[in-house]
């Protein structure tokens, strides 16, 4: 019932109790106050207190004067005190409901806030969007759908959506060209057609945002039209204002957790494009070496991965590998490009090339301790007699311990002006000469497992 209309017909009966209680009904008086405080309850707290003393008063007045048995207004009066009551007790259990909803929507939005901010990335972002969803209870049926290299997927998913968890959503009947990619209307009416209409009697389609009010998603939620038709507990029928409000407000919070991991992704790929490029750059600085840092990226990559390291680890050697040879930018063309063989003033001028480019990387702070290490000691030697501090064995740091073997293996099957280049089986005999003398054995081991099989795949194809 609306509120002003409740309002009205409560002090209507209010008034009417007055007159009747002057008039010596009392019967209808308890009960058209009764009825009052029904409709009126919950406006204010002084109606429970009037309501009771109403039906002491009705209840009493009937106790000592049997007589009002025969009044003609009996049979109204005892109506008007039963609706009061149902009224009452109706608006109790309502409250009821609507506090243990609210508490189920105060407790799943404050463990949702914590699961947001402890996400580590736009994946585990989702996972705990969907999560906080469904403790919200809304609906049993959801799914978080975004774009992916330009078609869109379902990204994270409850209960019917399950099915489609991973997978494109393309438009139906073959009819792609008559819609555009970007209109989500379809998106929605696509995904929500691939599960069964029992299931999706009621629906909402609600956009993810971003500060910047860029789209970055689209939560649907579906449920059925009555319990027991995969609802649980209160998730059917159709969605109320109060409700809608709720994935409203949740979908604003998600898009802000969503738009910061993006601009953090976005922030890493310039930073990626940026070492990558500056890593090229420094082939042109030394042409002798033209497409080494390219490869040795792949091969130390590869290599990490294969040794189990995780992907944090992986981009620190990545990186690493990019700006290596930094320091070189600060040595004199005539002893980088010298033909003959250096003097030992001339061979110290190239061994500072890691401090200098351990230096020159001081001021770039988004750069893990692990690439500072791989720039700095990558000329180290197991047995320690390497530069520019001889460690030895543990010591290194791991990422300059698996760049060392990629670096000379890469520099061993490359031309230069003063050798040719050896073969793979040559360059990894030596590579494994080496193992326990300038290298890790253990790594070694682990890249001349990686390389043979390599070749043996080449012989097989």
């Known amino acids: 019932m609306n509120p002003t209309v409740r309002l009205g017909l409560g002090v209507l009966a209010l008034l009417l ?16 106050l009764v009825l009052a405080c029904g409709l009126l309850w919950g ?14 008063v009705g209840l009493g007045f009937s106790a000592v004067k049997p007589e009002l048995r025969a009044d003609p207004w009996l049979l109204p009066g005892a109506a008007a005190l039963l609706v009061g009551v149902l009224l009452v007790l109706n608006m109790q259990g309502r409250q009821q409901r609507e506090l243990s909803r609210l508490q189920i929507v105060v407790r799943a939005l404050e463990k949702g806030s914590a699961d947001l901010a402890d996400s580590k990335d736009t994946a585990s972002v989702i996972r705990a969007g969907v ?4 403790q919200l209870q809304v609906a049993p049926h959801l799914a978080f759908v975004a774009y992916r290299r330009g078609t869109p997927h379902v ?13 494109p959503i393309q438009p139906g009947n073959g009819d792609s060209d008559s819609r555009s990619v970007q209109a989500d209307h379809w998106v929605a009416e696509e995904a929500l057609s691939q599960i069964s209409r029992e299931h999706r009697k009621f629906y909402m389609s609600v956009p993810v945002e971003g500060l910047s009010g860029q789209q970055l998603g689209l939560l649907l939620l579906a449920r059925p039209a009555h319990r027991g038709s995969g609802g649980r507990g209160g998730q059917s029928g159709a969605f109320q204002p109060g409700e809608r409000d709720v994935v409203l407000g949740f979908a604003r919070l998600l898009g802000l957790a969503l738009g910061q991991w993006q601009a953090i992704r976005e922030l890493r790929d310039a930073n990626e494009l940026t070492l990558r490029s500056l890593g090229a750059a420094l082939e042109h600085r030394d042409d002798e070496t033209g497409g080494h840092t390219a490869r040795v990226v792949a091969l130390s990559e590869q290599l990490a991965r294969r040794l189990g390291w995780k992907e944090d680890a992986v981009k620190s050697l990545r990186w690493g590998a990019y700006l290596h040879d930094l320091g070189k930018l600060a040595i004199p063309d005539a002893i980088l490009h010298k033909p003959g063989t250096l003097t030992d003033d001339e061979r110290r001028v190239i061994q500072r090339h890691t401090t200098v480019g351990y230096d020159m990387l001081q001021d770039l702070h988004f750069l893990p301790a692990e690439t500072l ?9 197991w047995d320690g007699t390497g530069y520019p501090n001889g460690l030895r064995h543990q010591d290194i740091p791991s990422t300059a311990r698996v760049f060392s073997i990629v670096d000379v293996y890469d520099a061993l099957t490359s031309a230069r002006p003063y050798k040719s280049a050896w073969s793979r089986e040559r360059a990894l005999s030596e590579i494994k000469v080496q193992g326990g003398r300038q290298f890790d054995p253990q790594f070694v081991e682990t890249f001349v497992n990686m390389m043979t099989e390599q070749d043996d795949a080449r012989l097989v194809r």
């Open 131 to 134: 999560q906080t969803l469904d």
């Open 43 to 56: 406006l204010a707290d002084v109606w429970r207190t009037v309501l009771t003393g109403a039906l002491v």
């Open 17 to 32: 109790g007055l007159v009747t209680a002057l008039q010596g009904h009392a019967l209808l008086f308890s009960g058209l």
């Open 373 to 381: 290490d791989l720039v700095r000691y990558h000329h180290e030697r």
């Open 155 to 167: 990204l994270g998913s409850r209960g019917e959506f399950n099915a489609l968890l991973g997978k």
